[in-house]
């Protein structure tokens, strides 16, 4: 009896190593002698590889502990290999490989899974070329990023921000997050659709917010996953949009109200044409506008909740914030009406405690590319066709960059930093085209509620989860109350 168990265990024990071994065999071994300078590492197990380490731990209050694993057994290397979203990687952690990865568009591109592609879409930016993708760049940020179409927002988005935190004032408890969510993306459809038709924004929203939890799942295409009700939203979201782009081509067709109405984004895509007169096809205008409307709301609606909770958990912060945001109102000629983009520029102090929110915070875990060639990094090999994870997460947290990192503290601004140490919206040629959008969103905003209101946080020990995005459990289920004047 006893034989028998021994060989039980010594079969076990064998399948076992072999098991582990077989993204080795897989990726590492064919690569010859080459393997020999792949960065240190582990792919784990065939087929989830390190999945469910990285769900563990972003599952659990200290999410670090995934890349600590890293580095308390491979050393601070700040590179390494891994198996992840299907696929061989290699996870970079240090500013200096970041900046390399995401700025050499020659030796790196676009690498999503393809979970990502298949909901964001095909044809977005997260697929595309570099020359298609700088081409379809070069005519969107103007209609968000320009110093005159910023103008034309701002007053639409401080009309919806002062409406809003009155209408909260009035409403008892509010998940802060939710509604914070619900006005940001109101703001993004205006500007990419004109629309404001409440039945077709929260359709929208609500299809966004199932898409968004797919996104960091994992691909397991069947009913009760997230995945798979992430594909049904997309598919969901894709009938709105062509509904959309049916009405605005039969509007066309029949010249209804010619230059009655300034073009919004979706007008920008359908009436664009390249040199050889060829329009975008359906799929292609649906998939961009996806791509932007759903990148557009969710950051912007998370910082702006998550500054405006560090700010009322840090008084003195708070206090300078506000009397920088006083002096904008008394040096303001008696005749203006509302903020111009030229005092949103001036607010420096709020500008430190934005970045401080969006380093804390790391709304976007990493950004994904895949080597068009061998590459070589400090000294490791990044073989062709493998993925490159720019692992924003340990930049922002490194202690050495930034000391005490999960503190807020908007001071430590005041000094300048290198390229490559703080990556809120990515870098280079693929940097988010939103960020001045956003960032005016999330000011507008901050401005308003410091001069007038305070948040009365309901659990303030509630518990923190990070996936898809960090947040609050109960999405900070507060009050929002309306000060006195001073």
């Given at each position: 009896?006893?034989?028998?168990?021994?060989?039980?265990?010594?079969?076990v024990?064998?399948?076992?190593?072999?098991?582990?071994?077989?993204?080795?065999?897989?990726?590492?071994?064919?690569?010859?002698?080459?393997?020999?300078?792949?960065?240190?590492?582990?792919m784990?197990?065939?087929?989830?590889?390190?999945?469910?380490?990285?769900?563990?731990?972003f599952?659990?209050?200290?999410?670090?502990?995934?890349?600590?694993?890293?580095?308390?057994r491979?050393?601070?290397?700040?590179?390494?290999?891994?198996?992840?979203?299907?696929?061989?990687?290699?996870?970079?952690?240090?500013?200096?490989?970041?900046?390399r990865?995401?700025?050499?568009?020659?030796?790196?591109?676009?690498?999503?899974?393809?979970?990502?592609?298949?909901?964001?879409?095909?044809?977005?930016?997260?697929?595309?070329?570099f020359?298609?993708?700088?081409?379809?760049?070069?005519l969107?940020s103007?209609?968000?990023?320009?110093?005159?179409?910023?103008?034309?927002?701002?007053?639409?988005?401080e009309?919806?921000?002062?409406?809003?935190?009155?209408?909260?004032?009035?409403?008892?408890?509010?998940?802060?997050?939710?509604?914070?969510?619900?006005?940001?993306?109101?703001?993004?459809?205006?500007?990419?659709?004109?629309?404001?038709?409440?039945?077709?924004?929260?359709?929208?929203?609500?299809?966004?917010?199932?898409?968004?939890?797919?996104?960091?799942?994992?691909?397991?295409?069947?009913?009760?996953?997230?995945?798979?009700?992430?594909?049904?939203?997309?598919?969901?979201?894709?009938?709105?949009?062509?509904?959309?782009?049916?009405?605005?081509?039969?509007?066309?067709?029949?010249?209804?109200?010619?230059?009655?109405?300034?073009?919004?984004?979706?007008?920008?895509?359908?009436?664009?044409?390249?040199?050889?007169?060829?329009?975008l096809?359906?799929?292609?205008i649906?998939?961009?506008?996806?791509?932007?409307?759903?990148?557009?709301?969710?950051?912007?609606?998370?910082?702006?909740?998550?500054?405006?909770?560090?700010l009322?958990?840090?008084?003195?912060?708070?206090?300078?914030?506000?009397?920088?945001?006083?002096?904008?109102?008394?040096?303001?000629?008696?005749?203006?009406?509302?903020?111009?983009?030229?005092?949103?520029?001036?607010?420096?102090?709020?500008?430190?405690?934005?970045?401080?929110?969006?380093?804390?915070?790391?709304?976007?875990?990493?950004?994904?590319?895949?080597?068009?060639?061998?590459?070589?990094?400090?000294?490791?090999?990044?073989?062709?066709?493998?993925?490159?994870?720019?692992?924003?997460?340990?930049?922002?947290?490194?202690?050495?960059?930034?000391?005490?990192?999960?503190?807020?503290?908007?001071?430590?601004?005041?000094?300048?930093?290198?390229?490559?140490?703080?990556?809120?919206?990515?870098?280079?040629?693929?940097?988010?085209?939103?960020n001045?959008?956003?960032?005016?969103?999330?000011?507008?905003?901050?401005?308003?509620?410091?001069?007038?209101?305070?948040?009365?946080q309901?659990?303030?020990?509630?518990?923190?989860?990070?996936l898809?995005?960090?947040?609050?459990?109960?999405?900070?289920?507060?009050?929002?109350?309306?000060?006195?004047?001073?």
């Amino acid at each position: 009896m006893e034989s028998i168990w021994i060989v039980f265990v010594a079969i076990v024990g064998g399948v076992l190593i072999l098991l582990k071994n077989v993204n080795w065999l897989l990726y590492e071994y064919k690569l010859g002698l080459k393997r020999y300078s792949l960065p240190p590492g582990d792919m784990g197990w065939p087929l989830i590889g390190n999945m469910w380490s990285f769900l563990r731990a972003f599952k659990s209050n200290h999410p670090e502990s995934f890349m600590d694993s890293f580095v308390k057994r491979f050393g601070k290397t700040g590179i390494y290999k891994v198996f992840m979203f299907g696929n061989p990687s290699v996870i970079v952690t240090t500013p200096e490989t970041c900046k390399r990865v995401l700025t050499d568009d020659e030796k790196f591109v676009p690498g999503w899974p393809q979970s990502t592609i298949e909901l964001i879409g095909e044809k977005s930016f997260i697929k595309m070329s570099f020359e298609e993708h700088k081409r379809l760049r070069r005519l969107t940020s103007s209609s968000i990023n320009g110093y005159e179409s910023l103008s034309v927002y701002l007053k639409y988005i401080e009309e919806n921000v002062i409406t809003s935190l009155e209408k909260w004032t009035h409403m008892g408890e509010i998940e802060f997050l939710t509604q914070m969510r619900k006005l940001t993306f109101k703001i993004i459809l205006h500007i990419f659709l004109s629309s404001e038709s409440e039945p077709v924004m929260e359709a929208l929203e609500k299809e966004y917010t199932t898409l968004n939890i797919g996104v960091r799942a994992m691909r397991i295409n069947f009913p009760g996953f997230a995945f798979h009700n992430a594909l049904k939203a997309r598919k969901n979201l894709v009938a709105i949009f062509q509904s959309i782009v049916d009405k605005r081509r039969s509007e066309r067709k029949e010249k209804l109200s010619p230059g009655q109405k300034a073009k919004d984004m979706m007008d920008a895509l359908i009436d664009v044409k390249d040199e050889n007169g060829k329009i975008l096809g359906d799929d292609e205008i649906i998939d961009i506008m996806l791509m932007y409307l759903n990148a557009g709301h969710e950051s912007s609606g998370h910082i702006t909740m998550w500054a405006t909770y560090f700010l009322q958990r840090h008084p003195e912060f708070f206090r300078k914030a506000k009397e920088e945001q006083e002096e904008i109102i008394r040096k303001r000629p008696p005749t203006q009406k509302g903020l111009k983009l030229e005092e949103v520029r001036k607010m420096e102090y709020l500008s430190k405690v934005i970045d401080e929110t969006m380093r804390v915070v790391t709304f976007s875990l990493m950004v994904f590319r895949e080597a068009t060639s061998d590459v070589n990094i400090n000294g490791y090999l990044i073989p062709k066709g493998w993925k490159v994870l720019t692992w924003f997460r340990s930049v922002h947290l490194d202690p050495e960059i930034y000391p005490n990192p999960k503190e807020f503290n908007p001071e430590r601004w005041n000094e300048v930093h290198k390229a490559g140490e703080f990556l809120p919206f990515g870098a280079g040629t693929r940097l988010c085209p939103g960020n001045d959008l956003a960032k005016l969103e999330i000011s507008v905003f901050l401005h308003h509620f410091l001069l007038n209101y305070k948040l009365e946080q309901l659990n303030p020990k509630s518990p923190v989860m990070f996936l898809p995005h960090t947040r609050p459990v109960d999405n900070c289920r507060a009050r929002i109350k309306k000060q006195s004047a001073a």
